[in-house]
């Protein structure tokens, strides 16, 4: 049986990201408008996982959540819990997940229903023990490689007051705060690709 089974995820049709305009890395500009068209409630919906893996016409939406506190960029190496094995033992700045028919309870839709989903994905992969603020700072695309290639990542920068973070789940090991010029650095090149775009706008900032 697949590992997929029965898990629907939310996804859209690459012609929207090409009605945006096609890009490779991290953009910031423009995103604004991008993620508001990316969440109307006519532009995304559901479909079966294991299907939307194989399918490049279509791309999986993924919050990609960084956690910064001052210069330092919260790290970890990803555990072989996580959903996606091609990312497996890779180091990453980016914590977050699929969209599933979950995050629609209460009537939610659209936006509101993305939004909760990012909330819930924060909450149930960290304990947080400070405040923090959050905003959308990038769309992420990487056609280059088959993750890729079906996934599109809305990238939100977290900041915290203190670094007060710990991991809830075993996907999130040695969970650990670099800064910004050494994840540049001796780590770039063991960071998976996303964080690696990530990484090099941050470091232009």
């Known amino acids: 049986m697949s590992k997929y089974a029965g ?10 990201l ?4 096609m890009f490779g890395g991290l953009r910031a500009e423009g995103v604004d408008d991008g993620v508001a068209l990316l969440l109307e409630e006519g532009s995304h919906f559901f479909m079966d996982r294991e299907a939307a893996e ?7 939406l993924i919050p990609y959540c960084i956690f910064k506190c001052g210069e330092r960029v919260l790290y970890y190496t990803r555990g072989k819990a996580g959903g996606e094995n091609r990312l497996h033992a890779k180091l990453s ?22 939004y909760a989903a990012v909330q819930r994905e924060i909450d149930e992969e960290l304990e947080i023990s400070c405040d923090y603020q959050m905003r959308v700072i990038g769309l992420l695309n990487d056609d280059s490689n088959p993750v890729g290639q079906v996934h599109l990542g809305v990238v939100h920068l977290v900041e915290f007051e203190t670094e007060e973070v710990a991991s ?14 050494e994840l540049n ?7 998976e690709t ?12």
């Open 168 to 181: 809830r789940e075993d996907a999130l090991m040695d969970l650990s705060w670099a800064t910004v010029g």
């Open 93 to 114: 700045v980016g914590v977050g997940g699929h969209i599933n028919p979950v995050d629609m309870g209460a009537g939610r839709k659209g936006a509101g229903a993305y």
């Open 194 to 205: 996303w964080s690696q775009f990530c990484m090099r706008w941050l470091r232009e900032k």
């Open 185 to 191: 650095g001796e780590l770039f090149e063991r960071l």
């Open 7 to 16: 898990e629907e995820v939310l996804v859209v049709k690459r012609m929207l």
């Open 54 to 60: 194989e399918d490049p016409g279509h791309k999986q």
């Open 18 to 21: 090409e009605q945006i305009g």
